[in-house]
T-cell receptor, first 113, second 114 residues
Framework: GESVGLHLPTLSVQEGDNSIINCAYS??????FIWYKQESGKGPQFIID?????DKRQGQRVTVLLNKTVKHLSLQIAATQPGDSAVYFC????????????FGKGITLSVRP | DAEITQSPRHKITETGRQVTLACHQT?????MFWYRQDLGHGLRLIHY???????NKGEVSDGYSVSRSNTEDLPLTLESAASSQTSVYFC?????????????FGPGTRLTVL
């Protein structure tokens, strides 16, 4: 089927290594950020979120870092597994935007066995 | 378990035909959204709704319409399908803003307009 990962930047990592996926967001007024994972043929799946009053948030094997000074968001995946192969994209919600999200174009993560 | 579903999952239609894509969520979320996803463009917002009888245009609304007659459903209608509307369509829902604006997505509908 069609791959939404085509034409997107690709990050290739070795299985077991840590992955860092970066996102530059656009609006300094954004106060809520989300990382989504999208596997081929499926809808985007929520991974982790962070509010602008935080710099770091940890989940299971994932950590999100927020640097508001440079408007940068990163997703760290520990001990990357083949099942982590997917397109990852960030989304931002701007205060006052009434629940609408602005999505980045995404990065393809490819895990080498 | 609560969920969001879309139907059909795949649809092939001809130029000029009217097509309706269904979206149904059982989370009792007030907010519902329709996006299209194309290579090189990411997710683009078509229409959205904050509650029953409320609908709003997104950035790529031309040629599409929605209606919200109940909380659970937001059908998307292509009035006269065009080849440029060949895409993968995703529906999403979220709670009323008050803490979390996380949108939860359905599995998508792949639409081909010939």
């Amino acid at each position: 089927g069609e791959s939404v990962g085509l034409h997107l930047p690709t990050l290739s990592v070795q299985e077991g290594d840590n992955s860092i996926i970066n996102c530059a967001y656009s609006n300094s007024a954004s106060d809520y950020f989300i990382w989504y994972k999208q596997e081929s043929g499926k809808g985007p799946q929520f991974i982790i979120d962070i509010r602008s009053n935080m710099d770091k948030r940890q989940g299971q094997r994932v950590t999100v870092l927020l640097n508001k000074t440079v408007k940068h968001l990163s997703l760290q995946i520990a001990a990357t597994q083949p099942g982590d192969s997917a397109v990852y994209f960030c989304a931002e919600n701007t205060a006052g935007a009434n629940s609408k999200l602005t999505f980045g174009k995404g990065i393809t993560l490819s895990v080498r066995p | 378990d609560a969920e969001i579903t879309q139907s059909p999952r795949h649809k092939i239609t001809e130029t000029g035909r009217q097509v309706t894509l269904a979206c149904h969520q059982t989370w009792n979320h007030n907010n519902m959204f329709w996006y299209r996803q194309d290579l090189g463009h990411g997710l683009r917002l078509i229409h959205y709704s904050y509650g029953v009888q409320d609908t709003n245009k997104g950035e790529v609304s031309d040629g599409y319409s929605v209606s919200r007659s109940n909380t659970e459903d937001l059908p998307l209608t292509l009035e006269s399908a065009a080849s440029s509307q060949t895409s993968v369509y995703f529906c999403a829902s979220s709670e009323t803003s008050g803490g979390s604006d996380t949108q939860y997505f359905g599995p998508g509908t792949r639409l081909t307009v010939l």
